[in-house]
């Protein structure tokens, strides 16, 4: 019998099948998905409900253990899992989706609902959740709201903290924060929930979200737009965005599009290469194609292009931009930085990005255009990947943009903060840190730079 107390203590919580101490069982865990962080972790622990989690901080807090919250384990900027000795706290098993409001047009979510299982409830109501991207089948609730995901569809419907209408949350002394109402008007006070999303787990362990839906578009169109340059491809999308169906306009270069057909297998779309590609898409509650097919009639910088309406065939064009993360790290292990800088900046970032990184790695670039959310992934940057991230970073502090448009600081850019926020804000920002979780045990080494 194991006599460690946290051990004991955490099993009296959650019962021992849900506290993992084996490493072949842990390492799932401790492993993020691009293989760049990871750590061993004291133990895994996985509770059912927000009680047990609340029993759980409550346990980790009188042993003075450090917790790593946890959800699908889909982040890229190492804020989900341990750097050497942490307690994993897993909210993957809070899974329930409870009963739609369709007069409010919410829904109340188990932290560890994965997106496409919300999806799938959602959509068989009529409804549809606002945000949505390629990691949809592991990423979940509680993790989304902790990085504040962005994703395909931030054009139309905003960043996840735009579609959040309430949280409820355990911070690190074990109680309990309830905001779960919904109430459109509602002002008391502190907008905690507000607080909680983009804090990567940092103030407090999301247990339940209070979430917004959005009537569901029946009839999609979809665009692959074959163009001669990025600023056309941006001329492009400022046109579009008189569609008010318009949804999503991402874009990716031709040595991206290369390797997903090299690697997935997936015919090339087009005859010949472009410089850059641009998938839109149009939803509606009607059948949006004649719209789409006229604006793409006006846009004269559109050198080829194809159109699908049919679902199969959409999702042959959407492939195209999905499949780049996992082709990427098909081929290697990415330095991954996620950035954003104004569009008016777009293309001249993107060139001098190529004279900085060309002779020193491989860079493949893609991302959601219409933010100016650029996902720069590097491969082969060796012993060199501090000295470029740094360099790249500072590249985007100098047009004005921001180091972390949509993934999160974490791990990966906590020292690199001070490019996006002033001293004053860091400052604040420590202030709230030390107000929720004084003795720094909610997944320390994240988001703040060192120091905090
Ligand atoms: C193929 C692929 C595509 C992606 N595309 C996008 C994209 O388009 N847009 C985008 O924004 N992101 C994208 N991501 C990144 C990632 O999916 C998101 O950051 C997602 O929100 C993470 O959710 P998760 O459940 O996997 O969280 P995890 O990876 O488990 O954790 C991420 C962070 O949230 C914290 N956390 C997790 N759950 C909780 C909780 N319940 N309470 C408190 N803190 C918690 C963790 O401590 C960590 O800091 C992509 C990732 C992949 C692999």
């Known amino acids: 019998m194991d006599t460690d107390p946290l051990v004991t203590g955490l099993t009296a919580a959650v019962g021992d099948a849900h506290v993992l101490t084996d490493p072949q069982v842990t390492a799932a865990y401790t492993t993020d998905f691009t293989r760049r962080f990871s750590g061993p972790a004291r133990l895994v622990v996985r509770p059912a409900d927000t009680a047990e989690v609340a029993r759980v901080v409550g346990v980790c807090a009188e042993e003075g253990a450090s917790i790593v919250p946890q959800g699908g384990n889909t982040g890229l900027v ?3 899992v341990p750097r050497g000795g942490e307690v994993v706290l897993s909210l993957r098993r809070l899974a329930s989706v409870e009963r ?8 109340t979510a ?9 999806q799938r409830s959602v959509r068989a109501e009529g409804l549809d959740f606002g945000v949505d991207f390629a990691a949809r089948d592991s990423a979940t609730i509680g ?6 995901a962005g994703g395909e569809r931030v054009l139309r419907y905003g960043t996840t903290r735009a579609n959040v209408a309430g949280l409820e949350a355990v911070p690190a002394d074990g109680g309990v924060l309830e905001r779960l109402t919904g109430l459109p008007k509602d002002n008391t006070g502190y907008d905690l929930s507000g607080l909680l999303v983009g804090s990567e787990g940092t103030l407090a362990v999301i247990t339940r979200a209070r979430l917004r839906l959005v009537p569901r578009p029946t009839g999609r169109a979809t665009a692959l737009l074959a163009l001669g340059s990025l600023d056309d491809a ?6 579009l965005r008189a569609l008010d169906s318009l949804e999503l306009a991402e874009f990716f270069l031709a040595d991206g599009l290369e390797l997903v057909c090299r690697t997935s297998g997936l015919p090339a779309p087009f005859p010949r290469p472009y410089p850059v590609y641009l998938l839109v898409e149009c939803a509606a509650r009607h059948d949006p194609a004649d719209e789409l097919y006229a604006a793409l009639d006006e846009l004269a910088c559109v050198e080829d292009a194809v159109v699908a309406v049919d679902r199969a065939d959409r999702h042959r064009l959407t492939a195209y931009r999905e499949r780049h993360t996992e082709a990427i790290n098909s081929v290697g292990v990415p330095l991954k930085l996620d950035v954003s800088v104004p569009l008016t900046a777009l293309a001249g970032f993107v060139e001098d990005l190529g004279s900085l990184l060309d002779s020193v790695a491989t860079s493949y670039l893609f991302g959601h255009l219409a933010e100016g959310n650029l996902h720069v992934n590097l491969l082969g940057a060796g012993d060199r990947a501090e000295e470029l991230t740094d360099a790249v970073l500072r590249q985007v502090a100098a047009v004005r943009g921001s180091i972390s448009a949509e993934h999160g600081v974490g791990r990966a850019k906590a020292r ?5 926020r002033s001293p004053t804000e860091i400052a604040a920002m420590r202030a709230v840190k030390q107000a929720l979780d004084p003795r720094g045990l909610l997944n320390p080494g994240v988001l703040l730079p060192p120091g905090s």
Request: aromatic residues 2%; negative net charge; without cysteine.
């Open 110 to 118: 188990g932290a560890g609902v994965p997106l496409a299982e919300l």
């Open 234 to 239: 941006v001329s492009a999308v400022t046109e």
């Open 416 to 420: 690199w903060l001070e490019l996006s």
């Open 100 to 107: 739609i409001d369709a007069t409010a047009m919410q829904v």
């Open 143 to 148: 993790g989304m709201i902790a990085t504040n």
């Open 78 to 80: 190492g804020g989900g």
